[in-house]
């Protein structure tokens, strides 16, 4: 362990908050049977990590991925945070790398909050100008966070106007029964809406009838009231 992982550490634990961390327990589900099960917070806020993320950019890639591993769920945020930073301004071979490596440690990117921060920047950018069968492979797996990924990686597609792989993604979980799947792929949906409104409509002709109805609300949510309840009531029938 390096000195300034060593130093990170300390800083950590100085700016550990128990009442952050007994909030931050409820809202990310680490109950018993709930996704979030053992996950183990300590109390820092997004701005902190934030923070931290600048003044440790220099870690190296061995104490990242140190700080990925941990049980301690604001440490592996910094780590992905820390990937992004270094993801945006690396070469493509280092890029390559620095993907790689998030892709290897993916069962440590374990919770939404996680993944929504890094998975677009990182595996979307990757997979942007690469290959792009992991995605499906992902999708198909019985793994909620291996899905979350899938879905998600998308964003980096949609944001430089490529929907395709996104409904094709959106279409396979049609049958998801994970509510977190539902919302990733109604919001997903919702940013194709806002680039190009058509588009969005004509997946929701095809599929609405069958969407899961949480995927339905987040995908229409900029829709007008109108559009909303014409949808919304083919759910409604299909339902009764």
Same mark, same amino acid.
């Given at each position: 362990m390096s000195v300034l992982?060593?130093?990170l550490k300390i800083e950590l634990k100085s700016l550990a908050d128990r009442k952050v961390a007994e909030h931050s327990q409820r809202y990310f589900k680490t109950g018993p049977?709930?996704?979030g099960e053992g996950d183990v917070f300590i109390g820092l806020r997004m701005p902190q990590i934030r923070s *931290? !993320?600048?003044k440790?950019?220099?870690?190296s890639f061995s104490d990242i991925e140190n700080l990925l591993k941990s049980e301690i769920h604001e440490k592996r945020m910094l780590a992905v945070i820390l990937l992004v930073n270094a993801y945006k301004k690396a070469a493509e071979p280092d890029q390559k790398k620095i993907y790689q490596m998030?892709?290897?440690n993916k069962k440590y990117i374990n919770n939404w909050d996680l993944i929504d921060v890094s998975c677009p920047h990182v595996m979307g950018g990757y997979l942007y100008k690469n290959d792009r069968s992991?995605?499906?492979? *992902? !999708?198909?797996?019985?793994?909620?966070?291996?899905k979350r990924l899938a879905v998600m990686s998308t964003f980096y597609f949609i944001r430089n106007g490529d929907f395709n792989d996104s409904f094709k993604i959106c279409e396979m979980l049609l049958d998801d029964e994970e509510d977190l799947i539902h919302k990733a792929?109604?919001?997903m949906l919702r940013e194709i809406g806002k680039r190009n409104p058509k588009e969005e409509e004509k997946f929701l002709d095809r599929h609405?009838?069958?969407?899961?109805?949480t995927m339905l609300r987040y995908a229409l949510e900029r829709f007008s009231e109108s559009k909303r309840k014409k949808y919304m009531s083919v759910k409604r029938k299909i339902a009764e």
């Open positions: 992982l060593q130093n049977g709930e996704y *931290l !993320a600048k440790y950019s220099k870690l998030y892709f290897k992991v995605l499906f492979k *992902l !999708a198909a797996s019985g793994n909620l966070w291996d792929a109604g919001w609405a009838e069958k969407m899961p109805r």
